[in-house]
């Protein structure tokens, strides 16, 4: 059984940095493309960001384009999401989300087929 476990998550000032991680257990983590998604409260949950199996593709939701930096440690069986100059709009869960049946790094959640438990990330104003 594949198992996500997401850490890392707090609260931070707007225009500050936080990073969180994915832990990944039961299976080879380099088999995966990997993908972080955030939700809101009342909002549908979104594509972050994606990666693939080895490091080799990464896509950028628009929103977070030049702040957040994916990246992945397949020694390490983790994945992690550098947030830089975090706004009060990124306060959501994140939730990172592995794809076990493709390399192709998609923009939506039905692409990933296991998903961790999400951490909270809050930024104030």
């Known amino acids: 059984q594949v198992t996500l476990v997401e850490s890392g998550g707090g609260l931070v000032q707007a225009g500050g940095s936080l990073r969180v991680s994915c832990a990944v257990s039961?299976?080879?983590?380099?088999?995966?493309?990997m993908g972080w998604f955030r939700q809101a409260p009342g909002k549908e949950r979104e594509f972050v960001v994606g990666?693939?199996?080895?490091?080799?593709?990464?896509y950028y939701a628009d929103s977070t384009k030049g702040r957040f930096t994916i990246s992945r440690d397949n020694a390490k069986n983790t994945m992690y999401l550098q947030m830089n100059n975090l706004k009060p709009e990124d306060t959501a869960i994140y939730y990172c989300?592995?794809?076990?049946?493709?390399?192709?790094?998609?923009?939506?959640?039905?692409?990933?087929?296991?998903w961790g438990q999400g951490t909270q990330v809050t930024v104030s104003s």
């Open positions: 039961g299976r080879a983590f380099s088999s995966f493309a």
């Open positions: 989300a592995a794809s076990s049946w493709s390399d192709y790094v998609g923009a939506n959640a039905g692409d990933y087929d296991v």
């Open positions: 990666i693939s199996r080895d490091g080799g593709n990464i």
